[in-house]
């Protein structure tokens, strides 16, 4: 059974970092795309950046320059480093190690 989780999120000042983990399980992700997606309330889901097998980045506009995402294939995991951030930046983010797999989200509140 795939299990996707998680982990990194919480409180942080307008400017601060964060650095977001997703631990899966249950099968290999090496060969797949896996992506970082985050929903604020009252909008839709949106992508925030995906990285191929390969390594090749692909990031939203509004996150360029600020987040980086990353992988260990060996420990099937994908992370998302969040410097500089910005009250618009609080949502829920939801870790994608496959188009059919979703993790249960972990907030993120950035606020004075």
């Known amino acids: 059974q795939v299990q996707v989780v998680e982990s990194g999120g919480g409180l942080v000042q307008p400017g601060g970092s964060l650095r977001l983990s997703c631990a899966a399980s249950?099968?290999?992700?090496?060969?797949?795309?896996m992506g970082w997606f985050r929903q604020a309330p009252g909008k839709q889901r949106e992508l925030v950046a995906t990285i191929s097998s390969g390594g090749s980045t692909n990031y939203a506009d509004s996150v360029k320059g600020r987040f980086t995402i990353s992988r260990d294939n060996a420990k099937n995991t994908v992370y998302l480093q969040m410097n500089s951030l910005k009250p618009e930046d609080t949502a829920v983010y939801y870790c994608?190690?496959?188009?059919?797999?979703w993790g249960q989200g972990t907030q993120v509140t950035v606020s004075s």
């Open positions: 249950g099968r290999s992700f090496s060969g797949n795309t």
């Open positions: 994608r190690p496959a188009l059919t797999y």
